[in-house]
T-cell receptor, first 111, second 116 residues
């Protein structure tokens, strides 16, 4: 069975600083990997996705993620955080027609 | 283009009551799904559908029923509400990719359900 672990429940970062969110997955075959963001009281929005090819994936809002098969990881990064990046971030792995989400990481941005 | 819409936004039920959460999309997506979101647990798949007339169970299907009579609509029915079903429910849709969930999921705004 597939599963996703997001080790950090909550991260606080200063505006302008870099951000990295960790994601580890468990899946037997080639995974389909996603990062979604949820602003307070909203639905989820796709940031980026990885299916195959280049292991460094660019997404919206200046985010990128790197797929590392040897570490079963798909970490999300942003070089310089803006106050509007405060939200909850979810990593997900897809197989067949089922998507499994991690528990999420809440990001707080301080001025 | 309204995307994915959900009604109601909020609902309070008493234990044992039944109700239907509505979900509709206007993007002609074949794949639709329902998730529940609980604190510290992320989103968990309840049921999904790959097209009209085709549904299947997800990770936490017990206590919920679905049907898909049209491409646009995918209602979720709570048969006999229990306090454990207090949660935020999200509907999502996407294009159907053969054999895999490879396309972007578009999420609705959610329904916050409280069962007393």
């Amino acid at each position: 069975a597939q599963s996703v672990t997001q080790p950090d429940i909550h991260i606080t970062v200063s505006e302008g600083a870099s951000l990295e969110l960790r994601c580890n997955y468990s899946y037997g075959a080639t995974p389909y990997l996603f990062w979604y963001v949820q602003s307070p009281g909203q639905g989820l929005q796709l940031l980026l996705k990885y299916f195959s090819g280049d292991t460094l994936v660019q997404g919206i809002k200046g985010f990128e993620a790197e797929f590392k098969r040897s570490q079963s990881s798909f970490n999300l990064r942003k070089p310089s955080v803006h106050w509007s990046d405060a939200a909850e971030y979810f990593c997900a792995v897809g197989s067949d027609y089922k998507l499994s989400f991690g528990a999420g990481t809440t990001v707080t941005v301080r001025a | 283009n309204a995307g994915v819409t959900q009604t109601p936004k909020f609902q309070v039920l008493k234990t044992g009551q039944s109700m239907t959460l509505q979900c509709a999309q206007d993007m002609n997506h074949e794949y639709m799904s329902w998730y529940r979101q609980d604190p510290g647990m992320g989103l968990r798949l309840i049921h999904y559908s790959v097209g009209a007339g085709i549904t299947d169970q997800g990770e936490v299907p017990n206590g919920y029923n679905v049907s898909r009579s049209t491409t646009e609509d995918f209602p979720l029915r709570l048969l006999s509400a229990a306090p454990s079903q207090t949660s935020v429910y999200f509907c999502a849709s996407s294009r159907r990719q053969a054999g895999a969930i490879t396309d972007t999921q578009y999420f609705g705004p959610g329904t916050r359900l409280t069962v007393l």
